[in-house]
């Protein structure tokens, strides 16, 4: 079975073949939301050709097509992809038509949650999570070694669950939503907030501004044993360390998988939150193991995820 | 297929046949934590076959038997059921040994879970959750129309997560939980303290005293139009729709049944329930259809559940 992948995002897509369990040379266009759904289609069924070229494989020996896209998506069709304005396309349907391929589609956050279940770290586990941090918080989840996405795929928003009743004003209309404390936007505003408060921390020699704050800043100030990075640091893995519990409480996987840019951190990141989490699960690891590790794919775990996807839905 | 589903509790436990879909007579004996497990094993045997003398089936034609019992459960074993003391209590193992039929054991909120979803309010949808309201939450998951445990039967602990991050503290450790401000017991709490800020309220009719107060009395004054106790109900279905709308943001069933003595309030209940909670789901009822409906199993919910089990696990 050979498949490509194709990961769609809003400034670019990229796409690789996957063929034997690795995949081959990527390839990659841009993307615009001012191109209209069938012109991306378009340029989409370009890339897979393309990537079956740097491949090194023809085009004919391709047995499937799996696309993860921003969205809810619902049995091959973007339902809603606010960024872009995209409503009830059928993107698997635009593809199949210029391909001649079987295609599917799925959300990216579930199809590098399935990347990393499948060929990251989260391979020895059936059942397991991918939490990414980013922009905001994204999930996947993969029971008995499928993908979970809740009826109709509208499920597993972590993000989307409150740890703060009341708090935070989030844009999805709630208040208190996980993502408004755990994402690396959370992160970076909160050192911002710890910096105007204390002016001699060490974090003002990392950013000279609050502006030039990202998501390292705190973890290597707190590296050089500034109180402040650290409180701050704690702060937020806590929070982080509440929304996964909820998660465990709720689906218990046998590992969660961290990604995003976060999770370059290593043990100074997985380290504390392991014991945070452990303190705030209802039956803690030592019952009944549970891990949390960090993703191994970075930015190919949709790409996997997508072409595995299109292999499990053709066989 | 006749199976024999029991519903272990601290008080009692009751056992029925069920053939054709339909229970047969309940039977009932009395259960005391001066018990050992083998003891209890052999009454459980006992009320097995009474159930059956009852239901006017011969034993012989039983197929398996199913047990329903509080604690964590794995694989037969009850792990641990803090309330009897029990600690890794193979009670599968020793009721088969005394019934010599096959045996199964499944947490007890899984088993009214499961009933009302074959039997109850569940039976149109493969994916629901029964979310019960009595002295915490309880909660139990059906997906694709099997029951959803979590890795070694430790999740579905949707009473321990958090709604309020460092909020009020849990016996189970954290503090925050769903199950400190949704449960029966949250509901008689707040009702309590809203009476001692407002004496002239009209819950001071129906409760003489705050001792009293029960999970009914809210919705009563609120019917009778007093403004105290709307705003208590309207206070604690808040907060219910928070750790609902989590649920139902993560796993996105089809349905929530709601259990407990609340389920008996109706559509004073259920209709702000439903309004608050679709407020809160990330992908709305009207783009993704989803209910919340009453449980209508009562106490039978675990003994259905624990038969259909049996009737599972042995075909």
Request: proline fraction near 3%.
């Amino acid at each position: 079975m050979i498949t490509i992948g194709i990961d769609l995002g809003g400034m670019s897509a990229k796409a690789a073949c996957l063929a034997a369990g690795t995949l081959t040379e990527k390839a990659r266009v841009v993307t615009s939301k001012e191109k209209t759904p069938e012109k991306t289609a378009k340029d989409l069924a370009a890339l897979a050709r393309e990537a079956a070229v740097r491949g090194g494989i023809a085009f004919d020996e391709i047995d499937a097509v799996g696309v993860g896209s921003p969205g809810v998506i619902d049995g091959g069709v973007v339902v809603q992809w606010s960024n872009f304005g995209w409503k009830d396309v059928k993107l698997a349907a635009l593809l199949s038509e210029i391909l001649k391929k079987p295609t599917f589609v799925l959300n990216d956050a579930n199809a590098a949650a399935l990347g990393e279940a499948k060929y990251g770290a989260g391979v020895k586990y059936d059942d397991c999570a991918l939490v990414t941090i980013g922009t905001g918080v994204g999930s996947g989840i993969v029971l008995g070694g499928k993908l979970f996405t809740g009826y109709r795929g509208a499920g597993t928003e972590l993000g989307h669950t409150v740890i703060r009743a009341g708090g935070l004003p989030c844009p999805c209309g709630r208040r208190g939503c996980f993502e408004q404390y755990a994402s690396a936007t959370a992160l970076i505003r909160r050192t911002r907030e710890r910096m105007e408060q204390d002016r001699a921390s060490r974090l003002w020699e990392l950013a000279k501004t609050t502006n030039d704050v990202d998501g390292t800043t705190a973890f290597r100030a707190a590296s050089m044993g500034d109180a402040a990075a650290r409180e701050t640091l704690d702060g937020y893995l806590e929070d982080l360390a509440e929304g996964i519990a909820d998660l465990v409480n709720l689906m218990r996987p046998q590992a969660v998988i961290l990604g995003g840019g976060i999770s370059a951190e290593g043990e100074a990141l997985l380290d504390p939150l392991r014991k945070k989490v452990n303190e705030k699960l209802y039956i803690p690891a030592e019952r009944v193991p549970f891990q949390i590790v960090a993703a191994t794919l970075g930015n190919d775990a949709g790409i996997y995820g997508a072409a595995h996807y299109a292999s499990e839905c053709v066989k």
